[in-house]
Antibody
Framework: EVQLVESGGGLVQPGRSLRLSCAAS????????MHWVRQAPGKGLEWVSG????????GYADSVKGRFTISRDNAKNRLYVQMNSLRTEDTALYYC???????????????WGQGALVSVSS | DIQMTQSPSSLSASVGDRVTITCRTS??????LNWYQQKPGKAPKLLIY???SLESGVPLRFSGSGSGTYFTLTISNLQPEDFATYYC????????FGPGTKVDIK
């Protein structure tokens, strides 16, 4: 059974940093691209970032480019996102998401975690 | 950049109804279009990928069609558990999602 478990969310002040982690199990982690998708309270889905199976190819939404960094540790079956210079508009539930394919550009999201809540407020 | 519209934004339907949701893109994306279902308080679930392929475990009353710039998701014989929000998503270049269609009970 595929499981994706996010951790690291919380309340943070604007301008500060936070790192989310996702523990993956139930599939061959280094065979698939992975993503972060977020959902602000009461809003729709927003793709945040993705990376290929090897971690060598990454992509970011314009809204987070230059502030967020996605990475993965295939030996530990973990996905990360380092979020710097956080803004109030980054407040959202952040989902760790598995891709059906190896490359993030294809973006077909077949398994989702339950999400980690990030609240950015002074 | 590809622009996308999804319609309607919401609809009311009854159990047993046939429901159709559409997504249109500003340029051709071939068949690279996915559909997701999200229930309140839950993570989204992939229903349809590459326009018409049914994800494993998804009931046969869900179907997708289309190519190029016009796509549809059809739910035949709507069931109580189908009341949810549905999102389309081009799986082409940089991923993004449509604004969603909320299906609620008439």
């Amino acid at each position: 059974e595929v499981q994706l478990v996010e951790s690291g969310g919380g309340l943070v002040q604007p301008g500060r940093s936070l790192r989310l982690s996702c523990a993956a199990s139930g599939f061959t982690f280094d065979d698939y691209a992975m993503h972060w998708v977020r959902q602000a309270p009461g809003k729709g889905l927003e793709w945040v970032s993705g990376l290929s199976w090897s971690g060598t190819s990454t992509g970011y939404a314009d809204s987070v480019k230059g502030r967020f960094t996605i990475s993965r540790d295939n030996a530990k079956n973990r996905l990360y996102v380092q979020m710097n210079s956080l803004r109030t508009e980054d407040t959202a539930l952040y989902y760790c998401v598995k891709d059906k394919n190896r490359y993030y550009g294809s973006g077909s999201f077949d398994f989702w975690g339950q999400g980690a809540l990030v609240s950015v407020s002074s | 950049d590809i622009q996308m519209t999804q319609s309607p934004s919401s609809l009311s339907a009854s159990v047993g109804d046939r429901v159709t949701i559409t997504c249109r893109t500003s340029q051709s994306i071939s068949r690279f279009l996915n559909w997701y279902q999200q229930k309140p308080g839950k993570a989204p679930k992939l229903l349809i990928y590459t326009a018409s392929s049914l994800e494993s475990g998804v009931p046969l009353r869900f179907s997708g069609s289309g190519s190029g710039t016009y796509f549809t998701l059809t739910i035949s014989n709507l069931q109580p558990e189908d009341f949810a929000t549905y999102y389309c998503q081009p799986s082409y270049s940089t991923p993004f999602f449509g604004p969603g269609t909320k299906v609620d009970i008439k």
